[in-house]
């Protein structure tokens, strides 16, 4: 009896064991709804392909014309006319293929084929340039063009009819100072120094191109070695009224090569430090004028001025014409070279610091020595007469 108690209660009790899991286990278990399970899978719809916007002719002409402006600033020309065909079949309107080819026959100018430029300008012809200003653009580029192929008649013939155009803009100024470089080939400085006031005492003029004849004129007291001359027309006809920044920094620059030819290195410094400080100038001027600086430092042999200057103009964006990056090279193999310099100059006071403390000491343990042996000798010399 007492054994069947005993085995009921083991039997009731593996019971209770087993169902405590299984209920928990259920309690535990995440119901599914109904809508859930029985809702069919749901298919996956293709997403469209993603078509690119096309691109406007404007935006093609504008990107291919300023790959080739970069290619420009690297000196890749080949590269550069290649761009400036790709923008010429882009353009779909005359007037952007006329600025187009304006480009393309300045940089053939750049690179000497003056030729090809020429031919092209006679080649080309759009509707556009029916109109005053192409008209007198074209004359403009090609009087350029014959003066310097150093045809000096032919380029007379073009540009002297653009002096008379009503329209004061920029090409019958262009026009003027461009007649004053042909009076100046032909010796005639008289004749450069009237077309070139014509252009400054020109009220009618834009403030930034009557500047343009100041600074030609200049140009001529600086190609005579006149500079102190130079500098004292330039500072009595500097203060035009409503000049733009890039101006006022072409004219900086002009003042402090003048006084570099003087040998003036510090007032150089100060007019480009003065220029710095002038409010709205793009950042290309401001790699320019850094790295004009950092040439004065170099000469006045303030090296590592000159350095740190030049890590500043080369992390101006946007400003790599403004950058010279082989003046850059030269002032780091500078600083390298003082450096290591300085390092064999050290090595070598240190090495004859070394020497003469190794001979001081030599010295002073030679004088020890004797020391010792003439009181050595003197002892000796006391015990003789005690034994005698």
């Known amino acids: ?42 298919k996956t719809v293709p997403k469209p392909p993603v078509i690119p916007e096309k691109k406007q002719p404007f935006e093609l002409w504008m990107t291919a014309r300023n790959k080739a402006l970069e290619c420009i600033d690297k000196k890749q020309y080949d590269e550069a ?46 509707r556009d340039r029916n109109t005053p200003y192409h008209r007198a653009r074209v004359a403009l580029m090609r009087g350029e063009i014959f003066i310097v192929q150093e045809k000096y008649d032919e380029a007379v013939k073009e540009l002297t009819p653009l002096l008379a155009s009503e329209v004061k803009n920029w090409i019958p100024a262009d026009a003027a100072l461009a007649l004053g470089k042909i009076c100046e080939a032909r010796k005639d400085d ?39 001359q130079g ?10 009224e409503q000049l733009p920044p890039d101006r006022i920094i072409d004219i900086a620059f002009l003042r402090s090569e003048l006084q570099i030819a003087m040998k003036d290195l510090k007032s150089a410094r100060a007019t480009l430090d003065e220029a710095m400080r002038i409010p709205g100038k793009p950042s290309p001027w401001y790699a320019a004028l850094l790295t004009r ?23 101006v964006r946007g400003a790599e014409w403004g950058y010279d990056r082989e003046f850059h090279k030269e002032v780091d193999r500078t600083i390298a070279r003082i450096n290591r ?29 004797e020391r010792r042996a003439k009181l050595e000798r003197e002892r000796k010399a006391k015990q003789k007469p005690e034994k005698k």
């Open 190 to 228: 008289a004749g450069a120094r009237k077309y070139y006031r014509s252009v400054l005492n020109d009220r009618e003029f834009l403030p930034g191109i009557r500047s343009k004849g100041l600074i030609a004129e200049v140009k001529m007291f600086e190609k005579r070695k006149e500079y102190a």
């Open 231 to 240: 500098l004292a027309y330039l500072d009595a006809r500097k203060n035009i």
């Open 81 to 126: 006319l290649k761009f400036f065909d790709q923008a010429e079949k882009e353009a779909n309107r005359g007037v952007w293929k006329n600025y187009t080819l304006y480009d393309k026959v300045r940089l053939l100018t750049t690179i000497k084929r003056s030729g090809e430029a020429l031919e092209l300008l006679s080649q080309k012809v759009s």
């Open 341 to 369: 310099e300085r390092i064999q100059r050290e090595r070598k006071a240190r090495i004859q610091k070394e020497r003469r403390a190794r001979i001081e000491r030599q010295r002073k343990a030679q004088l020890e020595r």
């Open 293 to 315: 600086m950092a040439k004065i430092s170099y000469q006045r042999k303030y090296f590592q001025d000159a350095q740190n200057l030049m890590r500043r103009a080369r992390s």
């Open 1 to 42: 009896m007492k054994k069947f108690i005993n085995l009921c209660l083991f039997s009731v009790s593996a019971a209770v064991l087993t169902a405590v899991p299984a209920a928990a286990a259920k309690k535990n278990a995440v119901a599914v709804p109904k809508e859930q399970a029985a809702k069919p899978a749901q």
